[in-house]
């Protein structure tokens, strides 16, 4: 179109009520200008290219431990879906973390249990542990006793190995004389 046409169609505008006079008066402007300093659809598409595209914005998002990570987003979809990914890797690591935690208190308890068992059972004495002993295995265990201290004796040179022959058979008959009373 030629610029008496342009103008014509910018009075009608203004005529018809679709456009108001400081806006015909730019518009009129701008069509006066000459074509190389600036085309009017030259600065449209830039001007809708920065309308329509979404401004990035920065959301900051609380972790359970209290610290805050920050997301840049565009948009509100994106923006709820980032949320949700950082809250699901949040979460995920923090049931991580106490599911360990738990299962090293576990073992940890269990090894101390089993520790504690199997010392008790190595140090307790018959008597703690409830059940009968049989008096010839302690009276048995005495003459064993008996045996190794007078050998002792021997093996120090207090005791003669006539004298220590002579105590073992004492100790041999008083054991058979308390296996036969028991």
């Given at each position: 179109?030629?610029?008496?046409a342009?103008?014509?169609?910018?009075?009608?505008?203004?005529?018809?009520?679709?456009i108001r006079?400081?806006?015909?008066?730019?518009?009129?402007?701008?069509?006066?200008?000459?074509?190389?300093?600036?085309?009017?659809?030259?600065?449209?598409?830039?001007?809708?290219?920065?309308?329509?595209?979404?401004?990035?914005?920065?959301?900051?998002?609380?972790?359970?431990?209290?610290?805050?990570?920050?997301?840049?987003?565009?948009?509100?979809a994106?923006?709820?879906?980032?949320?949700?990914e950082?809250?699901?890797?949040?979460?995920?690591?923090?049931?991580?973390?106490?599911?360990?935690?738990?299962?090293?208190?576990?073992?940890?308890?269990?090894?101390?249990e089993?520790?504690?068992?199997?010392?008790?059972?190595?140090?307790?004495?018959?008597?703690?542990?409830?059940?009968?002993?049989?008096?010839?295995?302690?009276?048995?265990?005495?003459?064993?006793e008996?045996?190794?201290?007078?050998?002792?004796?021997?093996?120090?040179?207090?005791?003669?190995?006539?004298?220590?022959?002579?105590?073992?058979?004492?100790?041999?008959?008083?054991?058979?004389?308390?296996?036969?009373?028991?």
């Amino acid at each position: 179109m030629n610029e008496t046409a342009e103008r014509e169609r910018i009075m009608q505008m203004l005529a018809d009520g679709l456009i108001r006079a400081d806006e015909a008066a730019a518009l009129l402007a701008a069509l006066a200008a000459p074509a190389a300093n600036a085309k009017p659809a030259d600065k449209e598409p830039p001007a809708k290219e920065d309308t329509a595209r979404p401004r990035q914005q920065t959301v900051e998002i609380q972790r359970p431990d209290g610290s805050h990570y920050s997301v840049e987003v565009n948009g509100l979809a994106p923006a709820l879906l980032k949320m949700v990914e950082v809250y699901v890797k949040e979460s995920a690591r923090t049931a991580t973390r106490e599911t360990w935690d738990g299962l090293k208190n576990i073992v940890r308890n269990k090894s101390a249990e089993v520790t504690e068992a199997v010392r008790s059972k190595v140090t307790r004495s018959p008597e703690k542990t409830g059940t009968v002993v049989n008096p010839l295995d302690a009276l048995e265990g005495q003459r064993l006793e008996a045996r190794r201290s007078i050998l002792q004796m021997v093996t120090n040179g207090r005791l003669s190995a006539t004298e220590a022959e002579r105590l073992i058979r004492q100790t041999d008959a008083v054991y058979e004389l308390r296996k036969k009373t028991a």
